[in-house]
DNA sequence: CAAAACAACTTGTATGTACAAGTAATAATT
DNA sequence: AATTATTACTTGTACATACAAGTTGTTTTG
């Protein structure tokens, strides 16, 4: 009978607006269509799929929200780079930012490990069945760490992936171009602790100065993958951002 | 010349789905459609306004983006609490939670003062020229106190408000039912800062424990008017959380 | 009486059409 | 030569229509 149920939940629904949407979803992603190129325009894409500019312009607008492009009127749709339009917590000027040098270093590598109790989400019993793959990583800015981060997820729902197959050292991009998988959302908690004796070694500051500690739960495009985090933000002078705009 | 500018600019353009959109938008922050309630069906919105269910769902749409409504397919669009629907940064559990019990307290009346240096963001030069109301706010859980807000705006945007008149002691909710006016977006900056005598002495605790300290400005639907913000959160037993999704 | 079928509503998808409005390069005018 | 108008594109708004799909209450059926 559950079965009937899955069957039923999984039914592939036909829509054409989709198809289209997957369509150049999949291309932007493949860089077939560039951060900063246009699209074809409108009238071209309804000839490739036979259907009406009402159905495209309806794709298209789903790729608005899910911040893949913005559209310009009288010129076209255009591609952008899609971690801005997500109001993702950032430190400042952290990414395309001429003014610092960031680097990222893999202190250590993707590898199987236990569940870290420190995740103050709960898991999911096929999370929790499931083995755990663990890496961790500092950020630097101007050659001084200010970010330590431990992440994890589960093994059944996604492969260990070699630090050294990071995308431009990101592992967002890493699973966006080569396993086609996006963030759709995040939970947050933040706190100001005390640095504890391991993340003053990592981040070469003070035991005990205020660190801005963030526990985040990644929601995935990929059904039952969920990314954890754990990071350690040395905010003495580089504030954590965020904005977010209608 | 620049007057021909500036004209251009304000020049209305008459979309029928705008005024749909904020006559709805408008019976939404009355009270005239209460959260929980059902919007019209489409179909009588569009006698209402003699036009199609084309345009009026591209009014629905819109109002889907701002927060205000979320649809069910087969039963109507339900008006929400919009504050939920915003990703912004909240303590745990803080509103339309049985858990605690949350109480906000006016420690400063609204009045008018100078423009505090704490404020990280450039102000305009309209706002640089008006005086600037103030007030701040302890807000308390369970008789403690938890976070401490200083908040400041233009007085040229907005005239004083009385803190008697704030609607179940929400500034928002005032702006949005007695003044029409929402929150567009916001840019915030998170620090980790050791808790400095005056905030200490406001939420109780020892000076030097951490505290997560949140400069934020708010963008407003009101031409010319930002909400600044400065907040110390006393994390330790209650973190701050924000989520978002597509 | 209980289950199944139906009817009457709701929102969702899709076609087809027309014109408005913005952009950019070209052609015509001064 | 510089300005203006035209043209050919783009996306934006709006009409009218049809049927799919989900919800809910009523009626029919077994």
Redesign the interface.
């Known amino acids: 009978m559950s079965n009937l149920v899955i069957l039923k939940a999984r039914k592939i629904k036909n829509r054409k607006y989709h198809t289209i949407q997957d369509y150049i979803r999949r291309r932007i992603q493949t860089g077939k269509y560039p951060v900063g190129s246009y699209l074809p325009s409108e009238n071209e894409i309804c000839g490739q799929f036979s259907t009406t500019r009402t159905t495209v312009r309806k794709a298209l607008d789903e790729l608005l929200?899910?911040g893949f492009i913005e559209k310009e009127q009288g010129k076209g749709s255009k591609v952008i780079e899609r971690r801005k339009s997500?109001?993702l917590?950032t430190v400042?000027g952290f990414s395309g930012s001429i003014d610092y040098e960031v680097k990222t270093i893999v202190t250590e590598g993707p590898k199987i490990t236990q569940w870290d109790p420190i995740i103050p989400f709960s898991l999911t019993e096929e999370e929790k069945r499931s083995n755990c793959v663990f890496f961790q990583r500092v950020r630097h800015i101007n050659d001084r760490p200010v970010v330590l981060e431990n992440n994890w997820y589960a093994n059944d729902a996604l492969q260990v992936i070699n630090s050294e197959a990071f995308i431009e050292g990101s592992f967002f991009k890493t699973l966006s171009q080569e396993h086609f998988i996006e963030i759709?959302?995040?939970?947050?908690?933040?706190?100001?602790?005390?640095a504890s004796q391991e993340v003053a070694k990592n981040l070469g500051i003070q035991e005990g100065i205020?660190?801005?500690h963030i526990?985040v739960r990644f929601?995935t495009s990929k059904p039952g993958l969920n990314l954890y985090g754990d990071l350690y933000?040395n905010?003495t002078d580089y504030?954590?951002?965020?904005?977010?705009?209608?």
């Open positions: 929200k899910e997500l109001g917590l400042k759709m959302g995040a939970e947050q908690e933040l706190r100001s602790i005390p205020p660190i801005l526990s929601r933000c905010t504030p954590i951002c965020n904005s977010y705009f209608l």
